[in-house]
């Protein structure tokens, strides 16, 4: 929904509000840096030792490792509902809340007028008409 500048509110957060600049990650799990510590002697001969580092998380000490993977800054939308995001006394209960990485429309769609027409108006293939009985 557009809300002209006037009236956005600018204290709480809403589903719906779009934000900039966000970090999505590029998963690809076969391309990425694990965080380790090797083993070294001093026999220049022997190829060193990697040994991952556990990464604690929230008191599990099995969580998993560090890796380190690509990043896309990119624009992202709030999805939660408006009533998990209401501060209560002050304080942000939930611990997280649902953003989706938003992406542009690809050019197929934009350069097809019927194509593009049917994303505006938002329909929905999979939705099957009522059967009268």
Known sequence: MYVADEN?????????????????PLLQLTD???????????????VPKAEILPKEHRGDPNWGFTA???????????????CE???RNGRFLPPAFIIGRIREV???IRQNP????????NKDRTCLPRLSI
Do not use: H, W, Y
Request: with cysteine; net charge neutral; hydrophobic share 45%.
């Open 8 to 24: 956005i509110d600018r204290v709480n957060l809403r589903q719906g509000d779009i934000f900039q600049g966000i970090p999505f």
């Open 32 to 46: 990425f840096t694990v965080l380790s510590r090797t083993t070294t002697t001093e026999d220049a001969s022997v």
């Open 68 to 82: 380190q993977i690509g990043m896309r800054l990119c624009f992202a939308v709030v999805l939660s509902n408006c």
């Open 85 to 87: 995001l209401e501060l």
């Open 106 to 108: 690809p050019p197929a």
């Open 114 to 121: 019927e194509k593009f027409q049917s994303l505006r108006l």
